[in-house]
């Protein structure tokens, strides 16, 4: 079986592509390949989390390794852990994937995602190891990793969250927070309460199954709906392992990524808190961002899909703000990867210091050029970026829309699907343009008898 890391880590079907054999070895690997003394380790709210966390600690302990069992906790916590504390981390997760799906994100001892270099070292160590078990032999007697249990860390990194506005309260908010059934279900209330902010919680009762299900990030309709019937300031959609945030106002809009991003970018540039006048967005981006950011004199520097990029962008270039459209925001002086409660955090602390509703300050923070994504299923989406139909497809498309339009295909890092934005000045020009890709690429992947199972979405504006 040949396992690869994706943008995000290792993904699949639980107890199938991703089952307790594969992941104890891919424990044993992660140990080989980043040699320490403990690993820390948690998961989010799915009902196969224990399974995979059981077999990813039984193979980190079996090579060695003491392992920290830290329970239910947000991505970004683990990751906060890990730096703070020196040592590697492991997530068992798939963020907004449904919950059947799930996944291991490791973090490089500070909290950092492995380089490329760790991730081919762990599959090569993997594929060893799924060969013949036995090819390296294993500890024995005091040699064996010893396993505890920290139920104390989550209320460590509330403390450590209520900590970012340096004294500064968010008293007389009254916010809703959508926490999609998924590992912040307790860390989120907790810390906006912390902090003084009234707090209605929903998709705050994980059954194991209900992990994203028709909430959060994802589907915010239900949030909008409770902010406009409780007359609430703002609401805060995280998804399953709270790495992302899509806020909504009063009104019940829904506020994108690159919104918040020019929101918080123009806040830390009148501060003189954005070092280098510059933020760090994907290709995603909306162009009017870059209008907006241009109009303020903040540079903009443009990176591929995925946070791991934007995190290398930041280090890169000694930056303090960047993000992705879908809500992963990072305040790289605060964390070592995109934080939903922190920004969720911030954001109302920005809402709070302005004096002024969510809505106003979205309107003016920038003007949205209309853009469509749509996903579509297909069994194996990098060939079907390259059949020729495909290809052809896409240059009469991008002729079509000229210098006032612009059009991205790629492949999902996370699941099997091809992923569609189109930009266009008129709404109904970019729908059609996105609708004649969408065509091409599922007849392109129609061929393969063996789609992804999951059906896509049809192209929706944004």
Not at 32 to 39: I, S
Not at 168 to 176: A, E, F, I, S
Not at 229 to 247: E, I
Not at 257 to 267: K, P, T, V
Request: with cysteine.
């Amino acid at each position: 079986m040949q396992v690869r890391f994706g943008t995000d880590g290792v993904r699949g079907v639980a107890n199938a592509q991703l089952g307790a054999e594969l992941v104890l070895a891919l424990g044993r690997a992660a140990a080989r390949a980043l040699p320490a003394p403990c690993f820390i380790i948690g998961r989010d709210t799915r009902r196969s989390g224990p399974l995979l966390q059981a077999a990813m600690s039984a193979g980190l302990a079996s090579e060695g390794v003491d392992v920290v069992d830290v329970g239910v906790l947000p991505t970004p916590g683990l990751a906060w852990l890990s730096a703070v504390r020196g040592v590697p981390a492991a997530v068992v997760s798939a963020s907004h994937n449904p919950f059947d799906d799930n996944g291991i994100k490791i973090f490089a001892p500070g909290g950092l995602k492995l380089p490329a270099s760790t991730e081919a070292a762990i599959e090569e160590e993997l594929e060893s190891f799924l060969e013949d078990p036995e090819v390296l032999g294993r500890p024995t007697g005091a040699g064996v990793g010893c396993l505890r249990q920290e139920p104390g860390a989550a209320q460590v990194y509330v403390d450590h969250l209520a900590g970012v506005l340096e004294g500064r309260d968010l008293t007389g908010l009254q916010v809703v927070v959508d926490c999609a059934n998924g590992a912040a279900s307790s860390v989120a209330p907790a810390a906006l309460r912390s902090v003084g902010a009234r707090v209605h919680a929903i998709a705050c009762e994980p059954d194991g199954m209900n992990i994203n299900e028709g909430c959060g990030s994802t589907h915010p309709e239900a949030l909008a709906a409770e902010v406009v019937a409780r007359r609430a300031d703002v609401g805060v959609a995280l998804d399953g392992d709270a790495d992302r945030l899509v806020p909504v106002d009063h009104t019940g809009a829904v506020a994108t990524g690159d919104e918040m991003l020019a929101l918080f970018a123009s806040d830390l540039a009148g501060r003189g808190k954005l070092a280098g006048d510059t933020v760090v967005v994907t290709v995603m981006s909306n162009l009017g961002f870059h209008r907006a950011m241009a109009a303020r004199g903040i540079a903009v520097l443009e990176t591929p899909v995925g946070d791991r990029h934007i995190l290398e962008a930041l280090d890169d270039g000694d930056l303090a703000l960047g993000g992705e459209q879908s809500g992963h925001i990072v305040f790289r002086e605060l964390a070592t990867t995109g934080d939903g409660v922190l920004s969720a955090l911030l954001l109302l602390d920005l809402v709070r210091r302005s004096g002024r509703p969510l809505a106003e300050l979205v309107g003016d923070a920038m003007r949205r050029v209309p853009q469509v994504l749509a996903n579509v299923a297909v069994a194996d989406p990098r060939s079907v970026l390259a059949a020729e139909e495909v290809r052809n497809t896409l240059s009469a498309v991008e002729e079509s829309l000229g210098a006032s339009g612009r059009v991205l295909l790629r492949a999902s890092g996370t699941e099997p699907l091809v992923r569609v934005m189109v930009e266009a000045t008129e709404e109904q020009a970019a729908l059609a343009a996105a609708e004649r890709l969408c065509r091409a690429v599922e007849m392109a992947g129609a061929e393969d008898s063996r789609l992804a199972g999951r059906a896509g979405t049809r192209p929706t504006p944004r």
